[in-house]
């Protein structure tokens, strides 16, 4: 019988210890969470802070770090605008990526969605230098279009020459 008493009495002190436990790392992770908010964003003294102000603290902070975060990614995008109008067609595009590996040619192609060319034409290029195409594709994201063309060589014995299409197609898309 006392056996059966000194387990519960024992189940109980290790109960105790594991809050005590959980208690003293809730409140370590609270200093943490309180040394990282700068003493500007603070409304309260850190001393008198609560739990409940810390977070609430933490949470504005937090916010006020996501408005400057999109407020930055909007200044950021103002002034690549900025930069593209003043280089007329846009600092880096079109890109054009040329791989000749054995008999196939990979092509991709990047373009802004102010920026159009005739998809045919390229197509035409390709055929005209001696490769069949084999599959394509493209996508949008944001305001590029992403062109994917894989081609390979019609003849075996004539082969592709990468940099000759490169050069047509840097042509035709300017």
Sequence with gaps: MRNCHR??????????????????????????????????HRTTAKDAMTKQDNLDQATSYI???????EKLKQRRLVQTSAVRNEMGTGYLLPIIEVKYQDLNLEILLISGVNKSFMFHEVINVLEEEGAEVIHASFSVVGDKIYHTIHSQAVSTRIGLEASRVSERLKELVK
């Design 7 to 40: 387990g519960r009495a024992d189940l109980k002190v290790e109960r105790k210890m594991a809050e005590k436990y959980r208690r003293l790392h809730m409140k370590t992770l609270y200093l943490k969470l309180s040394s990282i908010i700068p003493a500007e």
């Design 63 to 69: 916010k006020y770090l996501r408005a400057r975060i």
